[in-house]
C-alpha cells in the first residue's frame, strides 16, 4: 500500500503529513518513531481527489484516502479534536505536494504549530519576488509572461548576453525550472511550458 493505513495513538506526539505517499511517507515514519513521535498521513482535497479516480487503487487505499481527508477551512481544531483526542500533541505539520500546500498552512496555523502563518505568496513565485522587493530586499527582475511576445519583450531590455531563467508561476523542485543563453532557447523552453499543466491546487487563483 502506498499509504500507511491505521489510527494514532492519542497519546503521540504527531506529525501531520500532508499528501506524503510511499518512500517518502516511509522516512518520515522512520525519523518519527525514531524521535518518540508518530507520522499521521492528511489529504488535500485535490490529491484525494486525484487518487480516487485511479480505477487500479485499491480498496484499502480508498478507505484510507477517505477516513484521513483534511478538514474543510474552518474545521481543523474541530477536526483535530475529534482526531486526535485532548492528549495528542500535533509537532508540525509537513507537506510533500505543491498542491497540498495552502491545506498545510492553514491546519498549521490553525493548530498553533510551530510555522509562519498564512501567506499565499509562499506558493506564488511572482508574488514572492514582489513581496521579497517591497521589503528592500535584493530580488530579480522579472515579468509574468503569458504569451511569448510578453516573455520577448522583457528579454529585449536585458544586456546582451546576459541569460535569463523560465519557470512557472508554481511548483516546486525546479521542476520546470530552465535557463536560457539565447533567445532561440529562451522561446524553447517557453514553448515547453506552455504545455505543462498549471498545478492543481485551487487554493490560489494562478495562470501560467
Same mark, same amino acid.
Given at each position: 500500500?502506498?499509504?500507511?493505513?491505521?489510527?494514532p495513538?492519542?497519546?503521540?506526539?504527531?506529525?501531520?503529513?500532508?499528501?506524503?505517499?510511499?518512500?517518502?511517507?516511509?522516512?518520515?515514519?522512520?525519523?518519527?518513531?525514531?524521535?518518540?513521535?508518530e507520522?499521521?498521513?492528511?489529504w488535500?482535497?485535490?490529491?484525494?481527489?486525484?487518487?480516487?479516480?485511479d480505477?487500479?487503487?485499491?480498496?484499502?487505499?480508498?478507505?484510507?484516502l477517505?477516513?484521513?481527508?483534511?478538514?474543510?477551512?474552518?474545521?481543523?481544531?474541530?477536526?483535530?479534536?475529534a482526531?486526535?483526542?485532548?492528549e495528542?500533541?500535533v509537532?508540525?505539520?509537513?507537506?510533500?505536494?505543491?498542491?497540498?500546500?495552502?491545506?498545510?498552512?492553514?491546519?498549521?496555523?490553525?493548530?498553533?504549530?510551530?510555522?509562519?502563518?498564512?501567506?499565499?505568496?509562499?506558493?506564488?513565485?511572482?508574488?514572492?519576488a514582489?513581496?521579497v522587493?517591497?521589503? !528592500?530586499? +535584493?530580488? #530579480?527582475?522579472?515579468?509574468? $509572461?503569458?504569451?511569448w511576445? =510578453? &516573455?520577448? /519583450?522583457?528579454?529585449q531590455? %536585458?544586456?546582451?548576453?546576459?541569460?535569463?531563467?523560465?519557470?512557472?508561476?508554481? !511548483?516546486? +523542485?525546479? #521542476?520546470?525550472?530552465?535557463? $536560457?543563453?539565447?533567445?532561440? =532557447? &529562451?522561446? /524553447?523552453?517557453?514553448?515547453? %511550458?506552455?504545455?505543462?499543466?498549471?498545478?492543481?491546487?485551487?487554493a490560489?487563483?494562478?495562470?501560467?
Amino acid at each position: 500500500s502506498r499509504m500507511l493505513a491505521g489510527k494514532p495513538d492519542r497519546a503521540s506526539r504527531l506529525v501531520l503529513a500532508v499528501d506524503a505517499v510511499g518512500e517518502y511517507a516511509d522516512e518520515l515514519a522512520s525519523q518519527c518513531d525514531l524521535r518518540g513521535g508518530e507520522l499521521v498521513q492528511v489529504w488535500s482535497d485535490e490529491f484525494r481527489i486525484s487518487e480516487l479516480e485511479d480505477a487500479d487503487l485499491s480498496d484499502e487505499d480508498r478507505s484510507t484516502l477517505e477516513e484521513n481527508a483534511a478538514p474543510a477551512p474552518g474545521a481543523e481544531l474541530d477536526w483535530a479534536r475529534a482526531r486526535f483526542g485532548s492528549e495528542a500533541f500535533v509537532k508540525g505539520v509537513v507537506c510533500i505536494s505543491d498542491h497540498g500546500l495552502a491545506t498545510a498552512e492553514r491546519i498549521s496555523d490553525a493548530l498553533s504549530c510551530n510555522a509562519n502563518g498564512i501567506d499565499a505568496s509562499r506558493r506564488d513565485k511572482v508574488a514572492m519576488a514582489d513581496r521579497v522587493a517591497g521589503a !528592500g530586499l +535584493a530580488a #530579480v527582475r522579472q515579468r509574468l $509572461a503569458r504569451t511569448w511576445e =510578453e &516573455a520577448d /519583450a522583457f528579454l529585449q531590455t %536585458l544586456p546582451e548576453g546576459e541569460p535569463c531563467v523560465i519557470k512557472p508561476r508554481r !511548483g516546486c +523542485a525546479s #521542476v520546470g525550472v530552465y535557463k $536560457a543563453a539565447s533567445r532561440r =532557447e &529562451a522561446r /524553447a523552453a517557453f514553448t515547453v %511550458l506552455q504545455g505543462m499543466p498549471v498545478s492543481i491546487d485551487t487554493a490560489v487563483d494562478v495562470s501560467e
